[in-house]
């Protein structure tokens, strides 16, 4: 079982930053690829980032390339997603999300999932 906590969401002007944490309880955290995903209102749940069980590899979407960066501290059992460049069509809430396969791109892959913490961009 696994129990994961986010935090750092907030309201932040355009072009600016944000660091989100999600604190995962459970010794097997290492064992798991993390992502995160976000659902903006009326929208479904969409993919954001991943990162692999060592944190040796990463993957994004499209739409965060060059502005979001996914890492790992496995000694804290804790995941960060630094956004830089936030734009207004970021507005969203954001979801930890922890799962077996190696990487987690798809919903079908999430095993746990965070409350989510908001982030709101302002134009």
Do not use: H
Not at 99 to 110: C, E
Request: proline content about 2%; overall charge positive; glycine content about 14%.
């Amino acid at each position: 079982q696994v129990q994961l906590v986010e935090s750092g969401g907030g309201l932040v002007q355009a072009g600016g930053s944000l660091r989100l944490s999600c604190a995962a309880s459970g010794r097997t955290f290492s064992s798991y690829g993390m992502g995160w995903f976000r659902q903006a209102p009326g929208k479904e749940r969409e993919f954001v980032a991943t990162i692999t069980w060592g944190g040796g590899s990463t993957g994004y979407a499209d739409f965060v390339k060059g502005r979001f960066t996914i890492s790992r501290d496995n000694a804290k059992n804790t995941v960060y997603l630094a956004m830089d460049s936030l734009k207004p069509e970021d507005t969203a809430v954001y979801y930890c999300a922890a799962g077996r396969t190696i990487m987690i791109t798809t919903l079908g892959a999430v095993e746990y999932w965070g409350k989510g913490t908001l982030v709101t961009v302002s134009s």
